[in-house]
């Protein structure tokens, strides 16, 4: 019987990817093959894989042997509305665990309670529709003194 195939052997997929797949109990590339995308995507979140649209589009294009970039227009779409079943499918707070930064800046009260759980590099809108620039931390305001 010949030896599995490493998930890393995936166009798209890295040491990283397989070692999140292995903590969801999927450890070759043909299981994942064999499961499809939906499938262990879901079983990423379910192991507490934060959830996160590219990643899941970068699983698809490579399991068709696509580049990651390839995914535009419709398609596009349509792999967001499939994306987007999956994380509301998946149990309460899976794939949502803070990040070690997260939780950090949480503790210091840094993250406002109601910005818990943000995307990197989202920032609220403004009443008026447009993007609110990010607040500056002053070293006062974490405790920290000069």
């Given amino acids: 019987m010949p030896a599995p195939t490493p998930i890393s052997s995936i166009r798209n997929l890295g040491p990283a ?14 299981e994942l ?3 499809g ?3 262990a995507y879901g079983r990423l979140l379910a192991t507490g894989t934060r959830a996160h649209f590219i990643g899941y589009y970068v699983l698809v294009m490579g399991l068709q042997g696509r580049p990651w970039n390839d995914c535009r227009g419709a398609e596009k779409a349509a792999l967001r509305a499939r994306f987007d079943a ?24 840094v993250i406002p309670a ?20 990010p607040a500056r931390i002053r070293s006062s305001d974490a405790g920290i003194s000069r």
Avoid: C, H, V, Y
């Fill in 33 to 35: 093959r064999a499961l």
């Fill in 86 to 109: 999956l994380r509301a499918a998946a149990p309460a707070g899976a794939g949502a665990a803070p990040s070690q930064l997260e939780a950090a800046l949480d503790a210091l009260g």
């Fill in 114 to 133: 109601g910005r818990r759980g943000f995307q990197a590099g989202a920032a609220p809108a403004k009443a008026d529709g447009g993007p609110k620039a």
């Fill in 17 to 30: 990817t397989e070692a999140a797949f292995r903590r969801a109990g999927i450890t070759s590339a043909e």
């Fill in 37 to 39: 995308a939906d499938a």
